[in-house]
């Protein structure tokens, strides 16, 4: 279904209990595609009053300048497209982007861990595998998959 929904597709674990949705973390690579999402996400959180958390895992290679500016333009870009007022930004520093995801949705204090599904090649299905299936099989809070490219009907 993650792979071939054209539209947001929330997996809920069976042993999930409701408690209201008070912050929702969307994973992001720093693609501007991503944006669009986070928009949606605004629509989203709003009826609930749920704050938005940008999360962006990475190496130590957060402390290079230039990534550092490639940050900082996806944040302004959110900032002036995404009419929402309580997004905020989180760098989580690990080697491994699962483990990071992992550790946002055990330690956060997140009711909804979002992503974006992004396609693979055959090979890279095998060596690497996909983010989103990992993730969905590994966290205990429910999850929120886009499809790239997604755009909501606004």
Request: no cysteine; net charge negative; glycine share 4%.
């Amino acid at each position: 279904m993650i792979d071939k929904a054209g539209f947001p597709v929330l997996l809920v674990p069976t042993d999930a209990t409701y408690n209201g949705v008070k912050k929702i973390a969307f994973a992001t690579d720093l693609s501007k595609s991503d944006v669009e999402i986070i928009h949606s996400l605004g629509i989203l959180a709003h009826p609930f009053n749920a704050e938005i958390l940008i999360a962006h895992v990475t190496d130590e290679k957060y402390d290079d300048p230039q990534h550092q500016q490639k940050v900082d333009a996806f944040l302004n870009e959110i900032t002036s497209k995404a009419d929402y007022p309580k997004v905020y930004f989180r760098h989580i520093q690990s080697r491994n982007v699962n483990n990071g995801l992992e550790w946002l949705a055990e330690h956060g204090q997140i009711d909804i861990l979002a992503m974006v599904h992004r396609p693979h090649s055959f090979l890279q299905k095998i060596f690497i595998g996909s983010h989103t299936h990992q993730i969905a099989r590994q966290v205990e809070v429910p999850l929120l998959v886009f499809p790239e490219g997604y755009k909501a009907l606004i």
